[in-house]
């Protein structure tokens, strides 16, 4: 098993905080794992990606051209690494901000309605956790609770107390998946 998934946004999506979540739960559960962050020259507002290797093996290279999923957080996003996913693929589309539907008939596609999930918990920063979520339901790469203790883990001192929004962001996230 060798999963290659790319994760595209604007800074401050949250997209390399979705790609390091995958990586740490990955290599928690055994298996091997590289995150390469890459963003623009703005932290916020910029273009942000990263990529992630989930293998059952050893990575040879950080570096892929076909990703087997790809996490798209805006259009751009969609626009730019669709075309590059494998025949059979996954895209995991945030339906709040993108309004294109993925055209290829060979990927699976869902439409997560992820901001309007986080508004409806109470925080719109969240909605990284949401996507999070959906793609741990639709793919069953991760045990949740690998992923929860993950959430514990990043969320220490001061900021312990947001542990609960991004655990309950996270659970809708995966039943948004049907």
């Known amino acids: 098993m060798k999963k290659e998934i790319i994760i595209s946004g604007f800074g401050g999506q949250g997209g390399l905080a979705i790609g390091k979540n995958l990586a ?38 950080p570096v892929f051209a076909h990703p087997t999923e790809l996490i798209a957080l805006n259009a751009p996003s969609l626009d730019k690494f669709e075309a590059g996913v494998q025949p059979g693929g996954m895209v995991f ?41 959906a793609y741990v339901a639709a793919t069953g790469l991760l045990k949740p609770e690998t992923i929860e203790a993950m959430i514990q883990a990043m969320f220490t001192g001061p900021k312990a107390k947001l542990v609960p929004l991004n655990i309950e962001a996270f659970r809708r996230g995966m039943t948004a998946i049907a």
């Open 24 to 61: 740490e739960a990955g290599m928690a559960q055994g298996f091997y794992v590289t995150w390469a962050p890459s963003y623009g020259p703005e932290m916020r507002g910029g273009t942000a990606n990263c990529s992630v290797v989930v293998s059952d093996k050893p990575v040879g290279s």
């Open 93 to 133: 589309v945030n339906s709040d901000v993108v309004t294109d539907r993925v055209p290829r008939a060979d990927l699976t596609a869902y439409y997560i309605p992820c901001s309007h999930i986080a508004e409806e918990i109470g925080n719109p920063k969240v909605s990284n956790m949401v996507m999070l979520g």
